[in-house]
């Protein structure tokens, strides 16, 4: 059964920066995506970022544009994001999703994390 393992995130402050990784064990065909969501309240979930295992090709919502960057250490099956310049409104529960195919839409993704929560105070 494929699981995706997040960890990091926590509480950082408005300005600073934050790592999330994911994990995807039982999964490690080059010819996948993994992408970070987060759960907007007005646009439900929203992609912040995805990378192609195959060649590293990156994709970015624009919530985050300019303020994150998504990489991947395919041997190890893992993607990195890293989110800087924080700001209050990046407090959410960000998602780790996995797939076969990249795409901004959440149902694209068969697969998903439990969710690790982002805090960002002032």
């Known amino acids: 059964q494929v699981e995706l393992v997040e960890s990091g995130g926590g509480s950082a402050q408005v300005g600073g920066s934050i790592g999330l990784s994911c994990t995807t064990s039982r999964f490690t065909t080059y010819r996948k995506c993994v992408a970070w969501f987060r759960q907007s309240s007005e646009k439900g979930r929203e992609r912040v970022a995805s990378?192609?295992?195959?060649?590293?090709?990156?994709a970015y919502g624009d919530s985050l544009l300019g303020r994150a960057k998504i990489s991947r250490d395919a041997d190890k099956n893992t993607a990195f994001l890293r989110i800087w310049r924080l700001e209050e409104a990046d407090t959410d529960i960000y998602y780790c999703?996995?797939?076969?195919?990249?795409?901004?839409?959440?149902?694209?993704?068969?697969?998903w994390g439990q969710g690790i929560q982002v805090t960002v105070t002032s």
């Open positions: 990378v192609w295992f195959g060649d590293g090709s990156e």
């Open positions: 999703a996995a797939g076969y195919w990249c795409s901004s839409e959440a149902e694209v993704y068969e697969y």
